[in-house]
């Protein structure tokens, strides 16, 4: 199972970007999806989480500005950030849990990351 993450870039702070990932391959279930980030010199977080029951989890810094949703039928979850500071400059990463169809069935994939800058 893999995962593409896509809609990074630039924008000035006050400015609103979303973000996609879209897991894909041999999937039975999806039980969880998230993002995380990782800014220069720091240890990756998590930032948003979503379960498969529609429970969302937000880091306090980004709670009230970012919404996680997800697109069951495609495998696909996205990040709406409002309100963007450059202390959320970091490299966001998506991350997917469930099964496979195919042995081994448990999946915990990875994406590439993409960028996230957000100027003052």
């Known amino acids: 199972v893999q995962v593409a993450e896509s809609g990074g870039g630039l924008v000035q702070a006050g400015g609103s970007l979303r973000l996609s990932c879209e897991a894909f391959g041999t999937i039975f279930s999806i039980s969880y999806m998230g993002w995380y980030r990782q800014a220069p010199g720091k240890q990756r977080e998590l930032v948003a989480s979503i379960a498969s029951n529609g429970y969302t989890n937000y880091v306090d810094s980004v709670k009230g500005r970012f919404t996680i949703s997800r697109d069951y039928d495609k495998n696909t979850v996205h990040l709406q950030m409002n309100s963007l500071k450059p202390e959320d400059t970091a490299v966001y990463y998506c991350?997917?849990?469930?099964?496979?169809?195919?042995?081994?069935?448990?999946?915990?994939?990875w994406g590439q990351g993409i960028q996230v800058t957000v100027s003052s």
């Open positions: 991350n997917a849990q469930g099964t496979a169809t195919v042995i081994p069935r448990d999946f915990d994939s």
